[in-house]
């Protein structure tokens, strides 16, 4: 069974860092497409940023663009998520999850098909 | 705001069907995924690409999609079925995934 599990969290004060971890295990995570999702609490999901396979093609929200920076070590099945000037409203259960794509008839689609159980990163004073 | 349009809250009766829409104006070219989401839990896949379930997913649920609406289906739901129902996919721009703000669905 594919495992995905999320490391880093913690509590930060506002304007500092951290870096999560997500390391991957019975999957060719090489092959994969990675993302990072958040969720505050009590509220919805929210995608925060994409890693193609070969680190070609990324992607970020804009709520977090120039701030975050994600990357992945094929070598060690890890994705990472460096985020730095972090805000209160960065608080939230951060989730990493792969994707994939399909097509049909020339209409295409993203979708997560797993995911870790998520890391906690609290912003506050 | 989300550039998927979700109701925040619908009901069934054990056993009825239920439908759960998301609505905007990217899903006229791509697909949505919808994912179920149980208090504590990370989020499952139930349905992608034009109507595809995953291993595991009951065959209770479904999914359509019809110009800027992508609809969730829940033939007979049962109370397991109780949980907040996200949709997902890219945004106009191809460059950015965004999900819907969440449906949370009780079962009566």
């Known amino acids: 069974e594919v495992q995905l599990v999320e490391s880093g969290g913690g509590l930060v004060q506002p304007g500092g860092s951290l870096r999560l971890s997500c390391a991957a295990s019975r999957f060719t995570f090489s092959s994969y497409t990675m993302n990072w999702v958040r969720q505050a609490p009590g509220k919805g999901l929210e995608w925060v940023s994409y890693?193609?396979?070969?680190?070609?093609?990324?992607y970020y929200a804009d709520s977090v663009k120039g701030r975050f920076t994600i990357s992945r070590d094929n070598a060690k099945n890890s994705l990472y998520l460096q985020m730095n000037s972090l805000r209160a409203e960065d608080t939230a259960v951060y989730y990493c999850a792969s994707s994939r794509m399909i097509a049909v008839a020339g209409t295409w689609g993203d979708y997560f098909d797993y995911w870790g159980q998520g890391t906690l990163v609290t912003v506050s004073s | 705001s989300s550039e998927l349009t979700q109701d925040p809250a619908v009901s069934v009766a054990l056993g009825q069907t239920v439908r759960i829409t998301c609505q905007g104006d990217s899903l006229r070219i791509y697909y949505a995924s919808w994912y179920q989401q149980k208090p504590g839990q990370a989020p499952v896949l139930v349905i992608y690409g034009k109507n595809n379930r995953p291993s595991g997913i009951p065959d209770r649920f479904s999914g359509s999609s019809s110009g800027n609406t992508a609809s969730l289906t829940i033939t007979g739901a049962q109370a397991e079925d109780e949980a907040d129902y996200y949709c997902n996919s890219r945004d106009s721009s191809g460059n950015h995934l965004v999900f819907g703000g969440g449906t949370k669905l009780t079962v009566l």
């Open positions: 890693i193609s396979s070969s680190s070609s093609t990324i």
